[in-house]
T-cell receptor, first 115, second 115 residues
Framework: GAVVSQHPSRVICKSGTSVKIECRSLDFQATTMFWYRQFPKQSLMLMATSNEGSKATYEQGVEKDKFLINHASLTLSTLTVTSAHPEDSSFYIC???????????FGPGTRLTVL | DAKTTQPTSMDCAEGRAANLPCNHSTISGNEYVYWYRQIHSQGPQYIIHGLKNNETNEMASLIITEDRKSSTLILPHATLRDTAVYYCIVRLPTYSGAGSYQLTFGKGTKLSVIP
């Protein structure tokens, strides 16, 4: 149980384009989902917290107009990187919290490369 | 949330027990200790968590000292697939009213299991 999927697992795009990443909780409902970013040889950094049916809360320094988050259902959250640039190349990981608990389960991550 | 201190890296022989220490000397009375691990290029995986008592599940055991200032994650029979970065995270429960669902990742311990 407690499986979280992400799609795509890897994406390469041209500078200036937008990329959408999906995060799904497969066997549970997730009131809250989180988006993290991880640069090479660094730890995970929280980007934003997403609650179903409401606006996401972004961490300091994360541009909400650049990283659009939608959490329209209890099993799906999406992150759209708009007008991507090479410096946005990173490993993006989502996690989902089982409603009623504090434990988060993570997706396998999405490797974004912007050329 | 209390800060944690972990060794940067550790080696363990395959088949032996891996004991990963974590210091959290400023932990408060109702903060939990969580352990996650991240295998290379994958999302973090939840391992175990505890408050005061020692905990065991199918993956590992968590030993928390009586004063709660430190803990040890034990993988009883390490395999090559246990090679990963292990993160010890201390956080308040959300039912406390002051807790947040966020997880703050430090640098963790890179465990290398050697054949």
């Amino acid at each position: 149980g407690a499986v979280v999927s992400q799609h795509p697992s890897r994406v390469i795009c041209k500078s200036g384009t937008s990329v959408k990443i999906e995060c799904r909780s497969l066997d549970f409902q997730a009131t809250t989902m989180f988006w993290y970013r991880q640069f090479p040889k660094q730890s995970l950094m929280l980007m934003a917290t997403s609650n179903e049916g409401s606006k996401a809360t972004y961490e300091q320094g994360v541009e909400k107009d650049k990283f659009l988050i939608n959490h329209a259902s209890l099993t799906l959250s999406t992150l759209t990187v708009t007008s991507a640039h090479p410096e946005d190349s990173s490993f993006y990981i989502c996690s989902a919290r089982i409603s009623g608990t504090d434990t988060q389960y993570f997706g396998p991550g999405t490797r974004l490369t912007v050329l | 949330d209390a800060k944690t201190t972990q060794p940067t890296s550790m080696d363990c022989a395959e088949g032996r027990a891996a004991n990963l220490p974590c210091n959290h000397s400023t932990i408060s009375g109702n903060e939990y200790v969580y352990w996650y691990r991240q295998i290379h290029s994958q999302g973090p995986q939840y391992i175990i968590h505890g408050l005061k008592n020692n905990e065991t599940n199918e993956m590992a055991s968590l030993i928390i000292t009586e004063d709660r200032k430190s803990s040890t994650l034990i993988l009883p029979h390490a395999t090559l697939r246990d090679t990963a970065v292990y993160y010890c995270i201390v956080r308040l429960p959300t039912y406390s009213g002051a807790g947040s669902y966020q997880l703050t990742f430090g640098k963790g311990t890179k465990l290398s299991v050697i054949p």
